[in-house]
C-alpha cells in the first residue's frame, strides 16, 4: 500500500495523467481526421491499390528502424541538455546517411523487390522510399526531443499536422486518379511537413545550445551508447519485421487485393493503439526515465499499474470494435471491403497485446537492457516464422493464416512482457551487469 502511495503522488506530482490526456486528445484529433477520410480513400482507391501501397508503407517502417541506428532513444537519457543536443545531431547525421544509402538500396534492387512481393507496379512508386525515410527519420528524431522536454502539445501539434497533410494529399491526388502513386505521394507528403513542423518547434528549445555541438562530443556519445545500434537497432529490426511480416507474406501468397483487405483491417485496429498504446507510451518513457534517475518512488508500482490500466482499457475497445464491425464495414469503406471485417476480427487478438505490451517495452531503453530485449524480438520473431510454416503446411487460407498469427505472435508479446519486467526487477536489484553483461543505468 506504501508503494501504491508513493506511486500515485509521483505520478500525480509530475502531471502523469494531465500529460497522458494532453496526447490522448492531440492523438484523437489526428485520429478523427483518419476516420473521416478513411471512407473517402477506401472509395478513392481499390483493394489492389491499397494493397501495394500497404507495401511500400511496410518496406519503410521496416528500414525506419535504422534510421538513426536507434540513437534517438538515448536522448533522453542524458542529464546533461548538452549532451542530448549532441545525440539529436549525431541522430539527424546518421539519418541523412541512412536516406543516401536507401536510395542507392532502391535504384539497385527496386525489380527483385517488386518481384519478391508479388507486386509489379511497386517500381512505379518506390523511388520515392528515400524521400519517405528521411522525413520520418527527423521527425523520430525530433519528437524524442520533445519527449526529453516533455513539449507535449509541440508532439501533438507534429503528429496533427503530418496526418492531416497525408490524408489531404492522398484525396487530392485519388480525385485526379493517380492510383497508388496517389497514396505514396500523400505519405511523402505527411512525413515532409511533419519533420518540418517539429523541427520549427523543437528549434526553440536548441538554439541557445547550438554553439556546444561539436564532433568530439558526437563520436564520445556514439561510444557511450553504442549498445544501441549494435544490440538495440537489431531488436527493433525484428520487431518492426514481426510487424510487418504478415502483410508481405499474405501478399505474396495471397495477391495485392487480399494484402489491400488486411491493411484496411489493421489500420481500423491500429487507430486505438495509436491513441492510448501511443500515448501512454511517450509519457511513461518519460516519467521513467526521470523517476529512475531521482529513484524518488519505485517503478514497478508504475509499471503494474500500466499493465492493468491498459489491459482493460484495450479488451473493452477490441470487444467494441469486434461487435460493431460486421454492421458497419460495407456502409462505412464500401462493399467491396466487407471482406476485410473478418480479417480484423481474427487481428483483435494480436493487437490487443500489442496495446498493452508496446508502453511497458521502452523498460528496456530506461534500463539499456538491450541484450534482453534482443532475445524477446527474437523469440517472437522465430514463432511468427513458425506460424507462417504451420500456415504454408497445412495451405491455409488467408483468414486461418491471420489467426495462426495472431495466435503465435500474441505468445511472442507474452515473453516480451516478461522480459521488459525482469529487465526492471534486474536493475532494481542491480543484476543486469552481473548476469546479462548490459551496462545498466545506475540512479544517483
Not at 410 to 438: D, F, P, T
Amino acid at each position: 500500500m506504501k508503494q501504491l502511495k508513493l506511486a500515485k503522488d509521483f505520478m500525480m506530482k509530475g502531471n502523469f495523467f494531465t500529460n497522458v490526456s494532453i496526447l490522448v486528445s492531440g492523438s484523437a484529433l489526428s485520429l478523427i481526421v483518419i476516420l473521416l477520410t478513411t471512407p473517402l480513400l477506401t472509395r478513392l482507391y481499390t483493394p489492389e491499390e491499397f494493397g501495394g501501397y500497404s507495401i511500400y508503407v511496410s518496406i519503410l517502417y521496416t528500414a525506419s528502424v535504422m534510421a538513426s541506428l536507434l540513437y534517438e532513444s538515448a536522448i533522453p537519457l542524458p542529464k546533461e541538455e548538452d549532451d542530448a543536443l549532441n545525440l539529436v545531431s549525431l541522430s539527424l547525421v546518421i539519418v541523412l546517411g541512412m536516406s543516401l544509402l536507401t536510395l542507392a538500396g532502391v535504384w539497385l534492387f527496386r525489380h527483385s523487390i517488386a518481384g519478391l512481393v508479388n507486386i509489379s507496379n511497386l517500381e512505379d512508386y518506390l523511388w520515392l522510399l528515400p524521400l519517405s525515410l528521411l522525413g520520418f527519420g527527423v521527425f523520430q528524431v525530433l519528437n524524442t526531443w520533445l519527449i526529453r522536454k516533455e513539449a507535449y502539445p509541440f508532439m501533438v501539434k507534429g503528429k496533427l499536422f503530418m496526418n492531416i497533410s497525408q490524408v489531404f494529399s492522398q484525396i487530392s491526388l485519388g480525385l485526379l486518379h493517380f492510383g497508388p502513386l496517389g497514396l505514396v505521394a500523400g505519405e511523402v507528403t505527411g512525413r515532409m511537413v511533419g519533420s518540418g513542423t517539429v523541427f520549427r518547434l523543437s528549434w526553440k528549445s536548441m538554439k541557445t545550445m547550438v554553439g556546444k555541438i561539436s564532433l568530439d562530443k558526437m563520436r564520445s556519445l556514439a561510444y557511450r551508447y553504442k549498445y544501441f545500434p549494435l544490440l538495440s537497432s537489431w531488436s527493433s529490426i525484428l520487431s518492426v519485421a514481426s510487424g510487418h511480416l504478415p502483410v508481405f507474406f499474405i501478399a505474396a501468397s495471397f495477391g495485392s487485393k487480399a494484402a489491400g483487405l488486411y491493411m484496411l483491417g489493421q489500420r481500423v485496429l491500429s487507430i486505438p493503439d495509436a491513441l492510448i498504446g501511443f500515448s501512454f507510451k511517450q509519457v511513461y518513457f518519460a516519467s521513467a526515465t526521470k523517476q529512475v534517475r531521482s529513484t524518488e518512488t519505485p517503478l514497478n508500482t508504475l509499471f503494474w499499474q500500466m499493465v492493468w490500466k491498459l489491459s482493460g482499457i484495450s479488451f473493452m475497445i477490441l470487444f467494441i470494435l469486434i461487435l460493431v464491425a460486421p454492421w458497419t464495414f460495407d456502409h462505412v469503406f464500401g462493399v467491396e471491403w466487407i471482406e476485410s471485417v473478418s480479417y480484423l476480427q481474427v487481428m483483435a487478438l494480436l493487437f490487443f497485446f500489442q496495446m498493452v505490451v508496446g508502453p511497458i517495452s521502452a523498460n528496456f531503453y530506461v534500463f539499456e537492457a538491450q541484450r534482453l530485449h534482443l532475445l524477446g524480438e527474437c523469440i517472437r520473431f522465430i514463432l511468427l516464422i513458425i506460424s507462417v510454416l504451420v500456415s504454408t503446411g497445412y495451405q491455409f487460407s488467408p483468414i486461418p493464416t491471420l489467426l495462426c498469427m495472431s495466435i503465435f505472435g500474441s505468445l511472442g508479446y507474452v515473453v516480451l512482457a516478461c522480459l521488459a519486467w525482469y529487465a526492471m526487477k534486474a536493475k532494481g536489484k542491480k543484476k543486469i551487469e552481473r548476469e546479462i553483461g548490459v551496462e545498466a543505468v545506475e540512479a544517483k
